[in-house]
């Protein structure tokens, strides 16, 4: 390693954080093309996601007037196949909410392991600090 005399010491701080500051600015221009092209990808996907939704509606409207037409064939007066199937899709979307909804609760969002794991963290560190 050569040796720098005392007076050289300024230039070499400024040379290093120039270096650094360089360094931060590549590391940031990398990290912001990383995040456009994520978030390019993620508004695809969406988009996707989208259209394959839009596309779920209208089938299940089609199954929908299928089954009207299939137990309006089978003798049942066109408005009662249609309250039938209207019904059962009812209790089937208010199955779903409330399966959701129970899903969703606060309390069963809760990190539970990790939380243990924190704890017992804690503990081993006051545990040890104690020595």
């Known amino acids: 390693m050569a040796k ?29 093309a990383e995040m456009a092209r994520i978030v390019t990808r993620a508004g695809v996907g969406f988009a996707f996601l989208a259209i394959a939704f839009a596309l779920a509606l209208v089938s299940l409207n089609i199954l929908a007037s299928a089954a009207v037409a299939y137990i309006a064939a089978s003798g049942l007066s066109v408005g009662g196949a249609a309250l039938i199937v209207g019904g059962i899709l009812l209790a089937s979307a ?12 606060a309390d069963t969002l809760v990190p539970e392991k990790t939380a243990t794991s924190l704890r017992d963290d804690i503990a081993t560190i006051k545990e040890a600090s104690n020595v």
């Open 94 to 105: 208010l199955g779903f909410a409330f399966a959701g909804k129970a899903r969703l609760r």
């Open 4 to 32: 720098h005399a005392l007076q050289d010491a300024p230039s070499l701080l400024v040379d290093v954080l120039h270096q650094f500051t360089s360094l931060i600015q590549g590391e940031m221009k990398l990290a912001r």
